[in-house]
């Protein structure tokens, strides 16, 4: 596990999340890479996500893996190891990541509620625009943009919902399972972030324990 990691852990309901600084480093990386396949037609219809994927925005494509190899495989084996570490006590032996992409939301644009396949999801902000535009009703909860994560339903002293405003440089990791959504927002800019699937040991995706 990489002693440099800074990860804090919380639990807004059952399921644990994880929130994960990016090296500033890392992000640009992930950004240069993104704007090349942007001002590359070829390098985007070859990469192109959308046809497997679910959300109703500008355009999502798949990191390409001579890209995730040198720049993400190992960040993402740590982080991922130190999240399950830290809730169960158990160090991972096995780490693959099943996918990898981009996506680039603008105006008015969403992902609908979904949750995703493997053992462990994460997501990491890129790029989010100055601010998410004007809202309804401003004595009423802002959602322009964020993510929401769902759990269950609500009941006494056990909310359903948790919602994460995104920020450049944070990356969140929590159980495939979790269902969740992106709102839309309503203001010029660009909100742009990297998800990823991963499968980690069997026997700890199996077990139940939790230390």
């Not at 401003?138 to 405003?165: D, V």
């Not at 992106?182 to 699937?197: H, I, K, L």
Request: hydrophobic share 35%; net charge positive; aromatic share 12%.
């Amino acid at each position: 596990m990489d002693k440099e990691i800074r990860i804090k852990v919380f639990r807004p309901f059952g399921p644990a999340i994880a929130e994960i600084d990016i090296p500033n480093q890392l992000v640009k990386k992930l950004n240069e890479f993104t704007d090349d396949c942007v001002s590359n037609e070829e390098k985007r219809k070859k990469l192109d996500a959308s046809d497997h994927l679910i959300g109703q925005v500008h355009q999502e494509f798949h990191v390409a893996k001579e890209f995730y190899e040198k720049h993400l495989k190992k960040f993402l084996t740590n982080v991922v190891g130190s999240y399950v570490e830290n809730i169960n006590g158990k160090q991972i032996k096995s780490f693959k990541v099943l996918n990898c992409w981009i996506v680039r939301q603008f105006k008015n644009e969403y992902n609908p509620n979904h949750y995703h396949n493997g053992h462990i999801s994460g997501v990491g902000y890129l790029t989010v625009p100055k601010d998410m535009g004007v809202h309804k009703n401003e004595k009423k909860k802002k959602p322009n943009g964020k993510i929401e994560l769902i759990h269950g339903s609500r009941m006494f002293l056990s909310p359903a919902q948790y919602q994460i405003t995104p920020t450049v440089g944070k990356l969140y990791l929590f159980p495939h399972y979790l269902m969740h959504t992106v709102y839309p927002f309503n203001a010029d800019g660009e909100r742009r972030s990297f998800s990823f699937n991963s499968e980690v040991d069997e026997d700890i995706y199996r077990a139940t324990y939790v230390g």
